[in-house]
């Protein structure tokens, strides 16, 4: 059983710039939620997707948007990059969609803008 | 609307002493709860979580929670800690009849001396 990737790992960004970080799910998972996590924090949520609609959307402005592919590996976009989001970016299935209790996490995206 | 608080930053205990990280929440309905471990550079991990039945709840690695509905709390115990458990500790909160999508709490950070 494949776990939850992401990539990359790591990568530094210029404000104003936009980025894009993938996350592959679990196998068999078919909804995806992102988190941010800023340095010294806990995660909060941004959005999910669930069999490629957004299924549920945190306190974060509309230039972060997401995607989820058919194969139910996902996309986090981010435009207009500000300095406060420079954070920890976690991805994290689960399975059957809005009922889904457990969720699986990914290693993370670690996000510097300068 | 949920929210989480975690009463200690961090707490600082000997190899093989017992400890309990502290977490209190607040809903206006019904929840699940979860405990979740993050070691460095690395996503989170579930360590437990209860959804219903026993108030006392075992996890992985020999931790254990307790569910006081009437204190609103879930507090995580380990009889005798190790150097690998060295690690930053998440309480977080979701509604038991929604979308399930957890509310985190700031982290704990158990450190762990020999």
């Known amino acids: 059983e494949t776990g939850v990737t992401q990539s990359p790992t790591h990568l530094i960004k210029t404000r104003g710039q936009q980025v894009t970080l993938r996350c592959s799910s679990q196998s068999g998972h078919n909804t995806v939620s992102w988190y941010q996590q800023a340095l010294g924090q806990g995660p909060q949520f941004i959005f999910q997707y669930y069999r490629e609609e957004e299924n549920g959307r945190g306190n974060f402005p509309p230039r972060f948007s997401g995607l989820q592919f058919p194969n139910y590996s996902s996309e986090l976009n981010v435009n207009a990059l500000e300095l406060d989001d420079s954070a920890l970016y976690l991805c994290a299935s689960s399975l059957q969609g809005v009922k889904s209790v457990e969720q699986y996490f990914g290693p993370g995206t670690r996000l510097t803008v300068t | 609307a949920q929210s989480v608080t975690q009463l200690d930053s961090q707490v600082p205990v000997f190899e093989e002493a017992p400890v309990e990280l502290r977490c209190n929440y607040s809903s206006s309905v019904s929840v699940y709860l979860f405990w ?6 690395q996503g989170l991990q579930l360590l437990l979580k209860y959804l219903s039945g026993s108030t006392l709840v075992k996890g992985i690695n020999g931790f254990e929670a307790e569910f006081n509905k009437s204190q609103t709390s879930f507090h995580l115990r380990k009889p005798s800690v190790h150097i690998s458990d060295t690690a930053e500790y998440f309480c977080a909160v979701s509604s038991s009849g929604g979308s399930y999508i957890p509310t985190f709490g700031r982290g704990t950070s158990l450190i762990v001396h020999p």
């Open chain 2, 36 to 41: 979740y471990v993050q070691y460095p550079n």
